[in-house]
C-alpha cells in the first residue's frame, strides 16, 4: 500500500515539473517576464534563470517518471519548492501585483489579481509529496527498484539487514 502511495507521490510530482518545464520552454519570452516580475535577481541572472529554470523542472519531471535516483531528485525538488514558495511570499509581503508564472504566464497582474495564497497552498501541497519521497523513495515501476537501489533485506522478523543484494530478492519476500 506505502508503495503504491509513493508511486502515486512520485508520478504526480513527475507530471508537475513536466508541465510546468514544458509550458516555461516553449514560451521562454514569458519565463523571462515571470523571473524578472519577482524583482529579486539582478537583470545579469534573469537570463540564466529564465532558461535553466525550464530545464531543471524537466529533468526533474524525467527522472522522477523513470524513477530515478527517487530520494535525490524529491530532495532538490523540495529545495526548488521551497525557493518557489519563498518567492511567492516575498512578492506577496513586498506588495507586488504578479502572476507566480509557475504554470506558464506570469509577469505583472492589475492589483487585486494575484491568487499568493492558492498558489502557496499548491506548492506546499507539492513539497509534501516532495517530503513523501525523500522520506520514502520505494515506488513501483521505478529505475531505482530495477537496479535494487533503496530497497531493504528484512529478516524473518522484519528487521532490516541493510540494502538487498538485487531487486528480485525483494520482490520475492514481498516488498
Not at 515539473?17 to 529579486?40: E, F, H, N, R
Not at 491568487?115 to 520505494?138: C, K, N
Amino acid at each position: 500500500m506505502l508503495d503504491t502511495v509513493g508511486t502515486l507521490a512520485r508520478l504526480g510530482l513527475a507530471a508537475v515539473w513536466l508541465i510546468s518545464g514544458g509550458i516555461k520552454l516553449v514560451d521562454p519570452g514569458q519565463t523571462y517576464i515571470a523571473v524578472q516580475a519577482y524583482d529579486v535577481l539582478p537583470h545579469a541572472l534573469v537570463g540564466p534563470v529564465a532558461t535553466a529554470l525550464p530545464l531543471l523542472e524537466l529533468v526533474l519531471g524525467l527522472l522522477l517518471l523513470a524513477g530515478l535516483a527517487t530520494r535525490y531528485v524529491a530532495g532538490v525538488a523540495l529545495v526548488l519548492l521551497a525557493v518557489l514558495i519563498a518567492g511567492i511570499a516575498q512578492s506577496w509581503a513586498r506588495g507586488l501585483s504578479i502572476d507566480c508564472g509557475c504554470f506558464g504566464g506570469g509577469g505583472s497582474v492589475s492589483a487585486g489579481q494575484t491568487e499568493y495564497p492558492q498558489e502557496i497552498l499548491r506548492d506546499t501541497g507539492f513539497a509534501l509529496l516532495a517530503i513523501w519521497l525523500l522520506v520514502r523513495p520505494r515506488t513501483w515501476a521505478s529505475l531505482d527498484g530495477w537496479l535494487g537501489w533503496g530497497r531493504e533485506k528484512t529478516t524473518g522478523s522484519g528487521n532490516s539487514t541493510g540494502p538487498a543484494d538485487d531487486y528480485s530478492t525483494s520482490i520475492a519476500e514481498g516488498k
